[in-house]
């Protein structure tokens, strides 16, 4: 079956440091990949979208890498703030179909 | 900035209640969306509508239904509710395409009693 798979752990860091949360799907062709940040009590914000053909994006301190032979998306933020703190979620949309999937979701948690 | 706003932040229902569940965005998109998000479950897809009174079935359509009479507003209904649909709902909306970047809701924390 279908699948995205998030660390289902929280990861915590040191403020100042880079996060790394992991994103790996299974059985899909996908079109693009987009990563969402959600706080507690919240709904989903859009952060990044990156596209099959692309390798790289950033924005800020944010950045995305997409590796379809490892069917695996890297989201790090640089130099982290507690602000950083919430869970963040990717999803894929796949070449056919069109709806976007959702993985669980990993929270950060940033500590000073 | 896009705004979407669901009617309620918190709702507490009865079991075999009508339930009703309102979205309304402002910046005239083609497409809306609801989900429920469940702890361990992540955001599953219950219904989805690309224009007035289009919809299409997501992957968790049982138990619901919805409505698009204005362009605007997206409602979702709970015909008969049940317990096991105590969640998180979740109303979104896009621009163009059904993949494109959604702009969600606050959310509806929902629990059936």
């Known amino acids: 079956s279908q699948k995205i798979e998030q660390n289902s752990e929280a990861l915590n860091i040191q403020e100042g440091k880079t996060a790394t949360l992991t994103c790996n799907y299974t059985?899909?062709?996908?079109?693009?990949l987009q990563w969402y940040r959600q706080d507690p009590g919240r709904g989903p914000v859009f952060l990044l979208l990156i596209r099959e053909n692309e390798k790289e994006k950033r924005k800020e301190r944010l950045k995305v890498t997409f590796d379809t032979t490892l069917k695996q998306s890297l989201f790090h933020i640089t130099a982290s703030q507690p602000a950083d703190s919430a869970t963040y979620l990717c999803a894929l949309r796949r070449n056919q179909g069109g709806k976007l999937i959702f993985g669980q979701g990993t929270e950060l948690s940033v500590k000073p | 900035d896009v705004k979407v706003t669901q009617s309620s932040r918190y709702l507490v229902k009865r079991t075999g209640e009508k339930v009703f569940l309102e979205c309304v965005q402002d910046m005239d998109h083609e497409n809306m969306f609801w989900y429920r998000q469940d702890p361990g479950l992540g955001l599953r897809l219950i219904y989805f509508s690309y224009d007035v009174k289009m919809k299409e079935k997501g992957d968790i359509p049982e138990g619901y239904s919805v409505s698009r009479e204005k362009k605007e507003r997206f409602s979702l209904i709970l015909e008969s509710a049940s317990t096991n649909q105590t969640s998180m709902y979740l109303c979104a909306s896009s621009l163009t395409g059904l993949g494109e970047k959604l702009f969600f809701g606050s959310g509806t924390q929902l629990s059936v009693l």
């Open positions: 059985n899909y062709s996908p079109a693009y």
